[in-house]
């Protein structure tokens, strides 16, 4: 059985609101030195199958085309063993 570990963020060029938000309370808190907050998303996809190559595969596959959208976000994964 492997686990696919994914990270989804938005492109460096691409404007973060939401992250902007977080450093903004963060400063109210307190943190001043926050200079930048950038909002990601993480999943996990467990797969029945010991096949990385094959597995790899059907990450790219889904990621590409469901979890992040190739216009304003980039992705990178890890596979595990579980």
Avoid: W
Wanted: net charge negative; hydrophobic share 35%; proline share 4%.
């Amino acid at each position: 059985m492997l686990i696919a570990k994914i990270f989804v963020q938005l492109k460096p060029s691409v404007l973060d609101p939401q992250g902007k938000a977080v450093t903004n309370s963060l400063h109210n808190l307190g943190f001043n030195q926050v200079h930048e907050t950038r909002i990601s998303k993480y999943i996990e996809i467990r797969f029945d199958s010991n096949d990385k190559t094959e597995t790899a595969k059907q990450v790219e596959k889904i990621c590409d085309s469901l979890l992040a959208n190739p216009n304003t976000e980039t992705y990178h994964f890890e596979l595990q063993e579980c």
